[in-house]
């Protein structure tokens, strides 16, 4: 690992700290993103219209109950004025919006996944290993789900203690042994110590209202154009239209890629977070290595996907731009700077989690535990 290495430079905390602050100024930048796509829209209804001509006081000022912010009646005065005045109706509607989606968030999710509830006494392995993970962080024990796949992947979902759950897929439990599953709920437990289940829900919704106000303010400017067109003929109509759609486009595209980045930071803080709880970077790349043979779910939407310890790039991913989460690769290589080694032996050979206790390495098994050197080593 070179020195530039962030972790290598910063160290664990300092770095987990400085991803946590740029995760908070770009989720910051979703309300002032739709405020400015709303304020941009008004600026070409307004110009498309061609209401500047009839001065402040009169025409669409009346209409939305605007009050001048420049007081010089201009397109820029009526699209400032229109921000102004509706932001909190704008902003309030997003809280509603995610209210909605934080109270039905849960239950969607595992609709959607056909996740079915375990007990302790349907999975008392794995049950056992997430209770010992939260009693060391003194955190409440989530419920626990399981999805009937031969695919490898686990995700976190839930908004509060009385809904927090980690859900795991049966080819999971077959194909890690202790010490990889153990490493793969500690970055689930992380997402959720995090509360990184509830940024992702805010960051969903804001992509689907900038996706709403953009599809609303194009037929609204449509309409006002078709209107202009009829009234004067003139070509400038065209040009309005196209420099809207370019402009929704854009903002669109922005919203999509602060998700996409926010989703990249907090994967990377879940790793990070799982090395801490178990004290083992070498089980988590094991896993990694493992469940990146067979991680894709089909018929899951994209946000659900999002959630998942492993979300594969699609074939448009513009050098990781639009992906929800960071390369095995890069994932490998930062659990290298926090002391991990790659397996020695092909992932495959480990033993399964539901094999016989005998089975397993480490103080399950009879076998000792492997020496980790690393950073808690």
């Given at each position: 690992?070179?020195?530039?290495?962030?972790?290598?430079?910063?160290?664990?905390?300092?770095w987990?700290?400085?991803n946590?602050?740029?995760?908070i100024?770009?989720?910051?930048?979703?309300?002032?993103?739709?405020?400015?796509?709303?304020?941009?829209?008004?600026?070409?209804?307004?110009?498309?219209?061609?209401?500047?001509r009839?001065g402040?006081?009169?025409?669409?000022?009346?209409?939305?109950?605007?009050?001048?912010?420049l007081?010089?009646?201009?397109?820029?005065?009526?699209?400032?004025?229109v921000?102004a005045?509706?932001?909190?109706?704008?902003?309030?509607?997003?809280?509603?919006?995610?209210?909605?989606?934080?109270?039905?968030?849960?239950?969607?999710?595992?609709l959607?996944?056909?996740?079915?509830?375990?007990?302790?006494?349907?999975?008392?392995?794995?049950?056992?290993?997430?209770?010992?993970?939260?009693?060391?962080?003194?955190?409440?024990?989530?419920?626990?789900?399981?999805?009937?796949?031969?695919?490898?992947?686990?995700?976190?979902?839930?908004?509060?203690?009385?809904?927090?759950?980690?859900?795991?897929?049966?080819?999971l439990?077959?194909?890690?042994?202790?010490?990889?599953?153990?490493?793969?709920l500690?970055?689930?437990?992380?997402?959720?110590?995090?509360?990184?289940?509830?940024?992702?829900?805010i960051?969903?919704?804001?992509?689907?209202?900038?996706?709403?106000?953009?599809?609303?303010?194009?037929?609204?400017?449509?309409?006002?154009?078709?209107?202009?067109?009829?009234?004067?003929?003139?070509?400038?109509?065209?040009l309005?239209?196209?420099?809207?759609?370019?402009?929704?486009?854009?903002?669109?595209?922005?919203?999509?890629l602060?998700?996409?980045?926010?989703?990249?930071?907090?994967?990377?803080l879940?790793?990070?977070?799982?090395v801490?709880?178990?004290?083992?970077?070498?089980a988590?790349?094991?896993?990694?290595?493992?469940?990146?043979?067979?991680?894709?779910?089909?018929?899951?939407?994209?946000?659900?996907?999002?959630?998942?310890?492993?979300?594969?790039?699609?074939?448009?991913d513009?050098?990781?731009?639009?992906?929800?989460?960071?390369?095995?690769?890069?994932?490998?290589?930062?659990?290298q700077?926090?002391?991990?080694?790659?397996?020695?032996?092909?992932?495959?050979?480990?033993?399964?989690?539901?094999?016989?206790?005998?089975?397993?390495?480490?103080?399950?098994?009879?076998?000792?535990?492997?020496?980790?050197?690393?950073?808690?080593?």
């Amino acid at each position: 690992m070179s020195a530039a290495d962030p972790v290598a430079t910063l160290g664990l905390t300092a770095w987990r700290s400085s991803n946590n602050t740029k995760s908070i100024l770009m989720l910051a930048a979703f309300p002032a993103l739709l405020l400015l796509l709303l304020g941009v829209m008004a600026l070409i209804f307004d110009a498309a219209m061609g209401s500047g001509r009839y001065g402040y006081g009169t025409g669409p000022w009346q209409e939305f109950g605007l009050h001048s912010v420049l007081g010089t009646g201009t397109p820029l005065d009526f699209a400032l004025s229109v921000v102004a005045t509706w932001w909190p109706v704008v902003l309030g509607i997003a809280a509603i919006w995610v209210m909605l989606g934080y109270v039905f968030n849960d239950a969607i999710i595992h609709l959607a996944t056909g996740a079915k509830p375990v007990a302790r006494a349907d999975q008392p392995e794995l049950y056992n290993l997430v209770e010992n993970l939260c009693i060391s962080r003194g955190l409440r024990m989530p419920k626990l789900y399981i999805i009937d796949t031969d695919v490898m992947n686990a995700y976190a979902s839930g908004i509060d203690d009385k809904s927090y759950a980690i859900t795991v897929t049966s080819g999971l439990l077959q194909a890690l042994n202790r010490e990889e599953l153990e490493a793969v709920l500690a970055h689930e437990l992380t997402h959720i110590i995090d509360r990184d289940t509830r940024l992702l829900i805010i960051t969903v919704v804001f992509v689907g209202m900038i996706s709403f106000l953009a599809q609303l303010l194009w037929r609204s400017i449509r309409i006002a154009a078709f209107t202009r067109s009829r009234r004067r003929g003139g070509g400038g109509v065209i040009l309005m239209v196209v420099i809207a759609a370019v402009v929704m486009f854009v903002g669109y595209l922005l919203a999509l890629l602060l998700r996409f980045a926010i989703s990249r930071r907090r994967e990377l803080l879940a790793d990070a977070g799982s090395v801490e709880l178990t004290k083992n970077p070498d089980a988590l790349i094991a896993a990694l290595l493992k469940i990146s043979k067979n991680p894709e779910l089909p018929h899951v939407p994209s946000e659900v996907k999002q959630m998942m310890f492993e979300n594969p790039p699609s074939a448009f991913d513009f050098g990781g731009l639009f992906s929800t989460h960071p390369s095995i690769e890069k994932r490998v290589q930062i659990l290298q700077g926090l002391g991990g080694r790659l397996p020695a032996e092909p992932a495959a050979s480990s033993a399964p989690v539901t094999a016989p206790a005998a089975a397993h390495p480490g103080p399950w098994g009879d076998s000792p535990a492997p020496d980790h050197h690393g950073p808690w080593g």
